[in-house]
T-cell receptor, first 113, second 110 residues
Framework: EPEVTQTPSHQVTQMGQEVILRCVPI?????FYWYRQILGQKVEFLVSFYNNEISEKSEIFDDQFSVERPDGSNFTLKIRSTKLEDSAMYFCASNERRNTEAFFGQGTRLTVV | KNEVEQSPQNLTAQEGEFITINCSYS?????LHWLQQHPGGGIVSLFMLSSGKKKHGRLIATINIQEKHSSLHITASHPRDSAVYIC????????????FGTGTRLQVTL
């Protein structure tokens, strides 16, 4: 069964460092998303990506965040200068089309120390 | 006020019990998703529905668009059903981004 793959599963980084979280969505999917879940809280939308550009972003997704689909298969989330409050589980998701089932990766647990 | 509310927040049941988790939303939607989050954190899609009822194995999901309410039922619950169940909605014209409820933590005991 096709799946969304995220790497790494866990990353520890020092405050102020840059991190790149990687995702390989399902190959025929067209819509891609990043969500995050701070420990003990609900999942929050960060950004959606379609047709090689951001289609929507939340107020959380400020200038320290960026997304890229560099090679047609990977979909990355870069956090430029990490803060303690960026510690969370980050989920990548993809849909084949609008309003179809969402497929989630297993998440990357980011710990900023 | 959250756009998506779930109840109960926590639920403990004995094996074999019939379980109902409720979701209410306050916005117009194009679809509602029920998701399962395992203790390790991974999220799995259970259902996506925009009307009526869907069934998969022991799981049944219903939605009432007029009342802005959905329910997830688990028949003959089993300890392996223990997880967090999350309701999330997609709003029209939003490229299907999801707005999540806070989840219902289900524990099924022997």
């Amino acid at each position: 069964e096709p799946e969304v793959t995220q790497t790494p599963s866990h990353q520890v980084t020092q405050m102020g460092q840059e991190v790149i979280l990687r995702c390989v969505p399902i190959s025929n999917h067209l819509y891609f998303y990043w969500y995050r879940q701070i420990l003990g809280q609900k999942v929050e939308f960060l950004v959606s990506f379609y047709n090689n550009e951001i289609s929507e972003k939340s107020e959380i997704f400020d200038d320290q965040f960026s997304v890229e689909r560099p090679d047609g298969s990977n979909f990355t989330l870069k956090i430029r200068s990490t803060k303690l409050e960026d510690s969370a589980m980050y989920f990548c998701a993809s849909n084949e089309r609008r309003n179809t089932e969402a497929f989630f990766g297993q998440g990357t647990r980011l710990t900023v120390v | 006020k959250n756009e998506v509310e779930q109840s109960p927040q926590n639920l403990t049941a004995q094996e074999g019990e019939f379980i109902t988790i409720n979701c209410s939303y306050s916005v117009g939607i194009s679809a509602l998703h029920w998701l399962q989050q395992h203790p390790g954190g991974g999220i799995v899609s259970l259902f996506m529905l925009s009307s009526g009822k869907k069934k998969h194995g022991r799981l049944i999901a219903t939605i009432n668009i007029q009342e802005k309410h959905s329910s997830l039922h688990i028949t003959a619950s089993h300890p392996r059903d223990s997880a967090v169940y999350i309701c999330a909605v997609a709003r029209p014209g939003t490229a299907s981004k999801l707005t999540f409820g806070t989840g219902t933590r289900l524990q099924v005991t022997l």
